[in-house]
């Protein structure tokens, strides 16, 4: 099946969210026949080059309306494509985008929830929280730049949600991992859902597989970057690193 062509939409609004997140609102013309329903599904970002095929870069709807999709930038002091865009972009700027693609949600029949992810899950992660049922039990576990990175979250009443202060990144992937090694462990079969830079996924991987088992359909993982990547390279590592748990666990 042919993938559709690009779309190409308008920069409606920008508005910060927290120091290390902008969010830009795109919509348009171009956005007639969008999907419904969209919000945590991923889109590409188009980014021309000369004489080459465009720059992409992942990005997750963070919101939906009729006529407008919100698109949530993590800012570092060093700027990617992306990021380096957003910071730039002025009302009425256009861009291109591919998608959208397939939602990630977390598995809702579970007794009880863990959320796991960086600055760069956090719209998925948003999302998530919000689909739980009213009733809902468990964690939400954010890493985030700044303590002025905090940011209200809809969310059940009774899953709390803890906010882990990291301004760098770590190769090692422990703040995550340490924070929730501390949080009781509830009954009942829970759904688990990661997803965060590179190594931070392996070692959330690596311990609950040590410490918990698991059923494949309650537990997603998923790594959206790899510290000293761009999104080509991780890309590479990520496939390689799939196979090799497929592997290991056929």
């Known amino acids: 099946m042919n993938k559709p062509p690009p779309r190409e939409l308008q920069v409606i609004r920008r508005t910060y969210i927290t120091p290390h997140m902008l ?50 930038f993590v800012l570092h002091d060093t700027d990617g494509p992306a990021s380096g865009w957003a910071k730039t972009a002025q009302v009425g700027d256009m861009i291109q985008i591919g998608g959208p693609g397939l939602k990630k949600l977390i598995n809702l029949e579970a007794d009880w929830f863990l959320l ?15 689909l739980l049922p009213t009733d809902a ?45 501390q949080l009781p462990w509830l009954a009942g079969e829970p759904a688990v859902w990661i997803a965060c830079e590179f190594n931070s ?6 311990h609950f597989k040590q410490a918990h088992t698991l059923p494949k359909s309650h537990f997603y993982t ?29």
């Open 23 to 72: 969010r830009i609102s795109l919509g348009g013309a171009g956005l007639a026949g969008f999907p419904i329903n969209q919000e945590s599904a991923y889109i590409k970002l188009l980014f021309p080059q000369a004489d080459e095929r465009p720059l992409m870069r992942t990005y997750t709807i963070r919101q939906q309306r009729d006529n407008e999709i919100d698109v949530d």
């Open 222 to 250: 998923s790594s959206y970057w790899k510290i000293g990547c761009n999104e080509g390279e991780h890309k590479l590592v990520k496939q390689e690193d799939e196979q090799h748990e497929s592997a290991i666990n056929s």
């Open 116 to 130: 796991a992810g960086d600055m760069t899950a956090l719209p998925a992660i948003s999302v998530n929280l919000a």
């Open 201 to 206: 996924m392996r070692a959330l991987r690596r």
């Open 137 to 181: 039990v468990g964690y939400a576990v954010i890493e985030v730049l700044n303590e002025a990175d905090i940011q209200p979250l809809i969310h059940p009443e009774n899953v709390e949600l803890h906010w882990v202060i990291n301004p760098e990144a770590d190769p090692e992937g422990r703040p995550l991992v340490e924070k929730i090694a």
